[in-house]
């Protein structure tokens, strides 16, 4: 059973910065592809970011591509996602998931084994 746990939420202003992170424990965490996901309040949640097992391929949501960047440390157990030029839109909770897979990435929330209890991200405008 593979536990995620999320650090590095906040409260902030429009155009700062955050660093989330996701550490996992019980598992290898080097057989996982992870995400990142959000869910604001009265929406469902909603895919961000994505890394493969190796970190090789990443991918966005449009709404967040070129301001997000997510990568893992293998030898950590730990994954991130640096968000830069945040705006009030991306307030919501924060999750990581893991999911087992071969190759490439996942975007779909049913698509991941396992996930991280959120961290709140507030932006202020």
């Known amino acids: 059973q593979v536990q995620l746990v999320e650090a590095g939420g906040g409260l902030v202003q429009a155009g700062d910065s955050l660093r989330l992170s996701c550490t996992a424990s019980?598992?290898?965490?080097?057989?996982?592809?992870e995400g990142w996901f959000r869910q604001a309040p009265g929406q469902e949640r909603e895919f961000v970011a994505a890394?493969?097992?190796?970190?090789?391929?990443?991918d966005y949501a449009d709404s967040v591509k070129g301001r997000f960047s997510i990568s893992r440390d293998n030898a950590k157990n730990t994954v991130y996602l640096q968000m830069n030029s945040l705006k009030p839109e991306d307030t919501a909770v924060y999750y990581c998931?893991?999911?087992?897979?071969?190759?490439?990435?996942?975007?779909?929330?049913?698509?991941?084994?396992?996930w991280g209890q959120g961290t709140q991200v507030t932006v202020s405008s």
């Open positions: 890394i493969s097992r190796s970190g090789v391929s990443t």
């Open positions: 019980g598992g290898i965490f080097s057989v996982y592809a």
């Open positions: 998931a893991a999911a087992r897979i071969y190759y490439g990435v996942r975007y779909k929330a049913d698509e991941y084994n396992y």
